[in-house]
């Protein structure tokens, strides 16, 4: 049916459009090709609808509403002003290196089994180099991004100048590490030393989960009976080309030397990808990918050097105060009248007023963010954190999307059993020894009986014929439901030695005896493993598995086996797995089968009670899973038998018929019992996560992992609070079905987003803007079996598209690109190493810990920066507006105010230890900035450094330095000669007082700072006096010591500073009575 539905205008009837989604069948749905595929001009046309008029009218979903906006973009000279010569640059840079360093064409490849001669083609070495420079561009690249900075571009400028003397004015390698047992490339399974035939491998430096992955060796070179007959046959294995997709693999083996020639499909269970670690035996693999074709590096991208949006914003400008400087030196000259050489007084102009763009600028600020990265690994409140990157501190205080991992970040990866409700009665952690009585005495009438009846298999009811009749029903539920949960699984028993004796003697001893001590079990999934050891703690333990039988352990030690005919793996299509045994002793052929309640409700006998308990679980948090069991006669199970293996050699939708198959016996099967289970969050994430979201940052939760479980975690977890909906994106493939799903999400309202990475894929593929200006209206959003290049990409799309910046979070080496591709990047260490943390601009221990690290230090370091890079720049302008008001006394001449060493001194010892107090400023408690995180909305709006700030010092710098020179021309006529000493001393008191008016919160060492910094200038006005002198020294212009001793020269100094400050401080008081800033509201 599907393949003759026609993607045509829908109508706007809300019921024909469910009736789209739910009439066909998910399998079809994926397969069928729609009529659009072979339209895509017609699609070019179909606009997405984004707003709500377009569901009032009765037109189609494609011809709604015009085409999304497009923004204006500048042409011409002003698109080369504004950027474009960068971007010529760099296009003309990236020609070349592509000139250079062509890509070689990936393609698909035949890898002969030890036949190298037979290779058509040369690959690339497997080594992974993973250094930034090399030595032919570390000279260079070093030097870009230092000068890239118009500031340190100007300051080199400046100093170059004072080499001629007309314009002087005064003063790389590869490294190897041990592998271990880490796969060095990307291989193909061939043999084990496993007896099952198969392995386990970590991945959680590739996907980021520390479940363990089951992987299947080629069966054809699995049964040789020899290592060494690997290179006595003629076979190959044929690979697809390299990609990115480390979920899925598609090749195919082949032996020529057979009769007949055999042919053995490859799937990801085939695979061994490079950094993934073997988890049990030793594996014999052929190569297929190597070096930079090998998934976990294609996986991986360059790193980039970070630069904040703060120093972003003070290169803009200075970018102003350049153009400032060039202005006020042009019109000097052309006061001047252009008179002699004046293209030379031009540029002694722009050197005397230099002083706008300080050099003390990059100087305090990079001192600056030393000591808060200082702070940061100081805070006893979060130990163990590490600043790795330290120009980067101020950005903690402007984030506004936050992208986590899951797995290891959010959660510790820790299944703990919570719940079984068996329909009638719950038990929960504090009644498990209910349970466990259940078990035994159930166990114990089975070994009484057996001993008389060789031929009973279930409990006997006659015993305790004392106890109540719904007591004796509870107890056999109890035993059926804990037998089916012991063997519904792929959990697989290891045993680990302590003598140090080899892998086969190892086993072959724990064969006999299944001890306790050292037993651990490995899966893929961490669920089956928190059942199974659940399980063990009730009494009933899996022992021993191995591809066709497993055995159970009771709590009077009687071992029972269980042959495995069947086993239907999980899939996120199914949502279900099952296992048929068959009872050694009996015979009786059970299938079991456990999965999602929306998957297992259609399928088990009815009940009115399922879907509620399930509700009531997922609200707990709790993962649930729904076990249902179904009997089978020997002719049942035959039938099924020779239909599925028929299925299974079928070339055509083999998937399909396999499916079909199976679902047959999915009917009316008895529901046993409903499962919760709890992944444990790390300390303190959920009030962290409402923390977050209350000071207005949108989490988006990218991993690995399942929908399912992706979703259950950010339900648990209250990444999506209690009172929101959670939209699940449908699986789409194809460009008209993404049209359709983005259509419906568009309805919803205030709801949390959950799509998969294959989803996401297509609908960038075709409506980037679309999808993501409508997944940043969502409070939150999960992407689930994501990529590590996929979670890098995300990052990008939304430092694109919305322009603001970006944090990401995570622990493990997939998390990597996502870490160095955001705007800050956070890595915790945990389970998966520490290559995140390594790697990240920030390590902290704990998630919890990244709230004081946003709230405070984030706050603290751009406000502090801020205000420091502010009154530098201020202590610039108003030293520059005393030259140029000098300047035009003296006819504009180009010669300086101030002696070489006063304007060392002005920057350094006089003023720098004040400003740089102001590192120590704060103007919100930590506890304040904890209990009312709403103040941190505020950062991000960037108003503590702006041009409307900036302009405001501006004028503060010119009121000031005008007083400051024209009250000291005014009040010391008769005595000039002590203009220097006069104008000097009042701009140092002025600044100094200036520090007083921008502190918010005095610290003890302010005050040392203040004082020390107003002794060392009263000191050197006693030893120094040639150098306040006007002029040069040689023309016998000294400060007279007495001059300064006398109350008119004290009384007039104060009387300039006092009218140069007072006003400002009078504002100041005004502004705060009348129009308070939002965290004194909270103070007061």
Same mark, same amino acid.
């Given at each position: 049916?599907?393949?003759?539905?026609?993607?045509?205008?829908?109508?706007?009837?809300?019921?024909?459009?469910?009736?789209?989604?739910?009439?066909?069948?998910?399998?079809?749905?994926?397969?069928?090709?729609?009529?659009?595929?072979?339209?895509?001009?017609?699609?070019?046309?179909?606009?997405?609808?984004?707003?709500?008029e377009?569901?009032?009218?009765?037109?189609?979903?494609?011809?709604?509403?015009?085409?999304?906006?497009?923004?204006?973009?500048?042409?011409?000279?002003?698109?080369f002003?504004?950027g474009?010569?960068?971007?010529?640059c760099?296009?003309?840079?990236?020609?070349?290196?592509?000139?250079?360093?062509?890509k070689?064409?990936?393609?698909?490849?035949?890898?002969?089994?030890?036949?190298?001669?037979?290779?058509?083609?040369?690959?690339?070495? +497997?080594?992974?180099?993973?250094?930034?420079?090399?030595?032919?561009?570390?000279?260079?690249?070093?030097?870009?991004?230092?000068?890239?900075?118009?500031?340190?571009?100007?300051?080199?400028?400046?100093?170059?100048?004072?080499?001629?003397?007309?314009?002087?004015?005064?003063?790389?390698?590869?490294y190897?590490?041990?592998?271990?047992? =880490?796969?060095?490339?990307?291989?193909?399974?061939?043999?084990?030393?496993?007896?099952?035939?198969?392995?386990?491998?970590?991945?959680?430096?590739?996907?980021?989960?520390?479940?363990?992955?089951?992987?299947?060796?080629?069966?054809?070179?699995?049964?040789?009976?020899?290592?060494?007959?690997?290179?006595?046959?003629?076979?190959?294995?044929?690979?697809?080309?390299?990609?990115?997709?480390?979920?899925?693999?598609?090749?195919?083996?082949?032996?020529?030397?057979s009769?007949?020639?055999?042919?053995?499909?490859?799937? /990801?269970?085939?695979?061994?990808?490079?950094?993934?670690?073997?988890?049990?035996?030793?594996?014999?693999?052929?190569?297929?990918?190597?070096?930079?074709?090998?998934?976990?590096?294609?996986?991986?991208?360059?790193?980039?050097?970070?630069?904040?949006?703060?120093?972003?914003?003070?290169?803009?400008?200075?970018? !102003?105060?350049?153009?400032?400087?060039?202005?006020?030196? /042009?019109?000097?000259?052309?006061?001047?009248?252009?008179?002699?050489?004046?293209?030379r007084?031009?540029?002694?102009?722009?050197?005397?007023?230099?002083?706008?763009?300080?050099?003390?600028?990059?100087?305090?600020?990079?001192?600056?963010?030393?000591?808060?990265?200082?702070?940061?690994m100081?805070?006893?409140?979060?130990?163990?954190?590490?600043v =790795?990157?330290?120009?980067?501190?101020?950005?903690?205080?402007?984030?506004?999307?936050?992208?986590?991992?899951?797995?290891?970040?959010?959660?510790?990866?820790?299944?703990?059993?919570?719940?079984?409700?068996?329909?009638?009665?719950?038990y929960?952690?504090?009644?498990?020894?209910?349970?466990? @009585?259940?078990?035994?005495?159930?166990?114990?009438?089975?070994?009484?009986?057996?001993s008389?009846?060789?031929?009973?298999?279930?409990?006997?009811?006659?015993?305790?014929?004392?106890?109540?009749?719904?007591?004796?029903?509870?107890?056999?539920?109890?035993?059926?439901?804990?037998?089916?949960?012991?063997?519904?699984?792929?959990?697989?028993?290891?045993?680990?030695?302590?003598?140090?004796?080899?892998?086969?003697?190892?086993?072959?001893?724990?064969?006999?005896?299944?001890?306790?001590?050292? =037993?651990?079990?490995?899966?893929?999934?961490?669920?089956?493993?928190?059942?199974?050891?659940?399980?063990?703690?009730?009494?009933?333990?899996?022992?021993?598995?191995?591809?066709?039988?497993?055995?159970?352990?009771?709590?009077?030690?009687?071992?029972?086996?269980?042959?495995?005919?069947?086993?239907?793996?999980f899939?996120?299509?199914?949502?279900?797995?099952?296992?048929?045994?068959?009872?050694?002793?009996?015979?009786?052929?059970?299938?079991?089968?456990?999965?999602?309640?929306v998957a297992?409700?259609? /399928?088990?006998?009815? @009940?009115?009670?399922?879907?509620?308990?399930?509700?009531?679980?997922?609200r707990?948090?709790?993962?649930?899973?729904?076990?249902?069991?179904?009997? %089978?006669?020997?002719?049942q199970?035959?039938?099924?038998?020779?239909?599925? @293996?028929?299925?299974?050699?079928?070339?055509?939708?083999?998937?399909?018929?396999?499916?079909a198959?199976?679902?047959?016996l999915? $009917?009316?099967?008895?529901?046993?019992?409903?499962?919760?289970?709890e992944?444990?969050?790390?300390?303190?994430?959920?009030?962290?996560?409402?923390? %977050? =979201? @209350?000071a207005? /940052?949108?989490?988006?939760?990218?991993?690995?992992?399942?929908?399912?479980?992706?979703?259950?975690?950010?339900?648990?977890?209250?990444?999506?609070?209690?009172?929101?909906?959670?939209?699940?994106?449908?699986?789409?493939?194809?460009?008209?079905?993404?049209?359709?799903?983005?259509?419906?999400?568009?309805?919803?309202?205030?709801?949390?987003?959950?799509?998969?990475?294959?989803?996401?894929?297509?609908?960038?593929?075709?409506?980037?803007?679309?999808?993501?200006?409508?997944?940043?209206?969502?409070?939150?959003?999960?992407?689930?079996?994501?990529?590590?290049?996929?979670?890098?990409?995300?990052?990008?799309?939304?430092?694109?598209?919305?322009?603001?910046r970006?944090?990401?979070?995570?622990?493990?080496? +997939?998390?990597?690109?996502?870490?160095? !591709?955001?705007?800050?990047?956070?890595?915790?260490?945990?389970?998966?190493?520490?290559?995140?943390?390594?790697?990240?601009?920030?390590?902290?221990?704990?998630?919890?810990?990244?709230?004081?690290?946003?709230?405070?230090?984030?706050? +603290?370091?751009?406000? $502090?920066?801020?205000?420091?890079?502010?009154?530098?720049?201020?202590?610039?302008?108003?030293?520059?507006?005393?030259?140029?008001?000098?300047?035009?006394?003296?006819?504009?001449?180009?010669?300086?105010?101030?002696?070489?060493?006063?304007?060392?001194?002005?920057?350094?010892?006089?003023?720098m230890?004040?400003?740089?107090?102001?590192?120590?400023?704060?103007?919100?408690?930590?506890?304040?900035?904890?209990?009312?995180p709403?103040?941190?909305?505020?950062?991000?709006?960037?108003?503590?450094?702006?041009?409307?700030?900036?302009?405001?010092?501006?004028?503060?710098?010119?009121?000031?330095g005008?007083?400051?020179?024209?009250?000291?021309?005014?009040?010391?006529?008769?005595?000039?000669?002590?203009?220097?000493?006069?104008?000097?001393? !009042?701009?140092?008191?002025?600044?100094?007082?200036?520090?007083a008016?921008?502190?918010?919160?005095?610290?003890?060492?302010?005050?040392v700072?203040?004082?020390?910094?107003?002794?060392?200038?009263?000191?050197?006005?006693?030893?120094?006096?040639?150098?306040?002198?006007?002029?040069?020294?040689?023309?016998?212009?000294?400060?007279?010591?007495?001059?300064?001793m006398?109350?008119?020269?004290?009384?007039?100094?104060?009387?300039i500073?006092?009218?140069?400050?007072?006003?400002?401080?009078?504002?100041?008081?005004?502004?705060?009575?009348?129009?308070?800033?939002?965290?004194?509201?909270?103070?007061?």
């Open positions: 049916m599907a393949d003759h539905i026609p993607l045509h205008p829908v109508p706007r009837s809300t019921q024909r459009r469910a009736a789209y989604y739910t009439s066909v069948p998910a399998a079809q749905r994926h397969n069928r090709r729609y009529q659009v595929e072979d339209e895509s001009s017609l699609l070019d046309e179909m606009p997405l609808m984004m707003s709500e377009g569901f009032e009218n009765d037109e189609s979903d494609y011809h709604t509403l015009p085409r999304a906006r497009v923004s204006h973009r500048k042409t011409g000279l002003e698109w002003i504004c474009g010569w960068k971007f010529l760099a296009s003309c840079c990236d020609w070349l290196i592509n000139i250079c360093r062509r070689k064409e990936l393609k698909a490849r035949t890898v002969w089994l030890g036949c190298p001669e037979k290779c058509e083609e040369k690959y690339p070495r +497997n080594a992974i180099k993973n250094q930034k420079y090399n030595i032919f561009t570390f000279i260079p690249g070093v030097l870009y991004e230092q000068f890239k900075f118009f500031l340190n571009l100007y300051f080199l400028i400046v100093s170059c100048s004072q080499f001629v003397p007309a314009l002087k004015i005064g003063y790389l390698y590869t190897w590490a041990p592998l271990n047992q =880490r796969i060095p490339s990307d291989m193909v399974f061939l043999r084990t030393s496993e007896k099952t035939g198969s392995c386990f491998i970590r991945t959680d430096q590739l996907d980021g989960e520390t479940d363990w992955k089951l992987k299947v060796a080629v069966s054809c070179t699995q049964r040789l009976p020899a290592l060494g007959d690997l290179f006595s046959i003629s076979a190959y294995v044929y690979a697809q080309k390299p990609q990115l997709d480390i979920h899925s693999f598609e090749g195919t083996f082949t032996r020529e030397d009769d007949p020639t055999v042919h053995e499909s490859l799937s /990801i269970e085939n695979t061994l990808w490079a950094s993934t670690v073997v988890a049990s035996g030793t594996v014999i693999g052929v190569v297929i990918y190597s070096g930079k074709e090998t998934r976990s590096v294609m996986n991986t991208s360059n790193p980039k050097n970070k630069v904040g949006l703060l120093d972003l914003e003070l290169n803009q400008l200075t970018k !102003a105060l350049f153009l400032a400087l060039v202005a006020l030196s /042009i019109v000097m000259v052309t006061l001047q009248g252009f008179v002699g050489p004046w293209y007084n031009l540029f002694r102009f722009l050197l005397l007023f230099s002083y706008i763009i300080p050099i003390s600028l990059r100087v305090n600020l990079d001192m600056g963010k030393a000591a808060y990265g200082w702070m940061i100081k805070d006893d409140n979060i130990p163990g954190t590490v =790795r990157t330290s120009t980067i501190p101020e950005e903690l205080g402007r984030l506004v999307y936050l992208l986590t991992d899951k797995t290891g970040t959010l959660t510790q990866n820790e299944m703990i059993f919570k719940r079984l409700h068996l329909g009638t009665v719950s929960g952690t504090d009644t498990m020894d209910e349970i466990q @009585n259940h078990i035994i005495n159930s166990y114990s009438q089975m070994h009484s009986q057996s008389g009846n060789s031929t009973s298999s279930t409990p006997s009811r006659k015993v305790q014929s004392s106890a109540p009749k719904v007591r004796k029903t509870v107890s056999s539920r109890i035993h059926e439901a804990v037998k089916a949960i012991a063997l519904c699984h792929n959990v697989t028993p290891v045993y680990e030695s302590h003598a140090g004796v080899t892998g086969e003697t190892e086993y072959a001893e724990v064969d006999q005896n299944f001890s306790d001590e050292n =037993r651990t079990y490995q899966a893929s999934s961490p669920d089956e493993v928190a059942l199974v050891q659940w399980t063990e703690s009730v009494g009933l333990t899996l022992v021993n598995r191995d591809l066709t039988s497993m055995q159970l352990k009771t709590p009077g030690g009687q071992i029972l086996t269980y042959y495995i005919l069947q086993v239907f793996p899939t996120s299509e199914s949502k279900r797995m099952g296992i048929i045994v068959r009872d050694e002793s009996t015979g009786e052929i059970t299938f079991y089968m456990k999965g999602a309640d297992m409700s259609t /399928i088990v006998q009815y @009940n009115d009670w399922l879907e509620e308990e399930c509700g009531n679980m997922a707990e948090g709790l993962r649930t899973l729904v076990v249902a069991k179904k009997s %089978l006669t020997e002719e199970y035959q039938d099924f038998e020779n239909r599925y @293996n028929q299925a299974k050699l079928s070339i055509h939708d083999r998937t399909l018929k396999v499916a198959v199976v679902e047959s999915e $009917r009316e099967m008895e529901l046993l019992c409903l499962t919760g289970v992944d444990q969050l790390q300390a303190d994430v959920r009030p962290t996560l409402e923390m %977050l =979201r @209350n207005g /940052i949108k989490i988006w939760m990218l991993t690995g992992d399942k929908l399912e479980t992706a979703t259950c975690i950010a339900k648990s977890s209250h990444l999506v609070s209690r009172t929101q909906d959670i939209h699940i994106f449908r699986p789409v493939i194809s460009r008209g079905e993404a049209h359709l799903e983005l259509n419906a999400f568009r309805r919803k309202h205030d709801c949390a987003l959950v799509i998969s990475g294959d989803s996401l894929e297509v609908c960038l593929k075709y409506y980037e803007h679309e999808f993501v200006e409508l997944a940043c209206q969502c409070p939150a959003v999960v992407c689930c079996r994501c990529s590590p290049t996929q979670k890098a990409h995300i990052v990008k799309l939304l430092q694109h598209h919305t322009g603001k970006t944090c990401a979070i995570g622990d493990g080496g +997939n998390d990597v690109s996502m870490i160095q !591709a955001a705007d800050c990047g956070i890595g915790i260490e945990g389970k998966e190493g520490k290559q995140a943390s390594l790697a990240a601009d920030f390590s902290i221990t704990q998630f919890k810990h990244i709230g004081r690290l946003l709230m405070v230090h984030g706050r +603290n370091s751009y406000k $502090r920066s801020a205000a420091l890079g502010q009154f530098v720049m201020h202590r610039g302008l108003i030293i520059s507006t005393m030259q140029a008001v000098f300047s035009s006394v003296f006819y504009f001449a180009s010669i300086p105010l101030y002696q070489g060493f006063l304007m060392v001194g002005y920057a350094t010892i006089y003023t230890f004040p400003v740089f107090s102001l590192v120590l400023d704060q103007d919100v408690k930590p506890e304040m900035a904890l209990l009312y709403e103040l941190y909305k505020d950062l991000t709006k960037g108003r503590s450094l702006s041009f409307k700030t900036f302009l405001i010092w501006v004028l503060i710098s010119i009121y000031q005008g007083i400051l020179m024209y009250g000291a021309l005014l009040l010391f006529e008769s005595e000039f000669v002590h203009v220097v000493a006069i104008s000097f001393t !009042a701009l140092i008191l002025t600044e100094l007082l200036m520090v008016l921008t502190i918010r919160t005095w610290h003890w060492l302010m005050v700072a203040e004082f020390f910094s107003l002794g060392c200038y009263v000191a050197s006005l006693a030893f120094l006096n040639e150098y306040f002198g006007i002029g040069r020294v040689s023309f016998g212009a000294f400060l007279d010591v007495a001059f300064i006398t109350v008119t020269f004290l009384w007039k100094v104060s009387a500073t006092v009218v140069s400050c007072l006003p400002l401080y009078i504002l100041k008081y005004l502004k705060r009575k009348f129009s308070p800033p939002s965290y004194s509201k909270l103070t007061s």
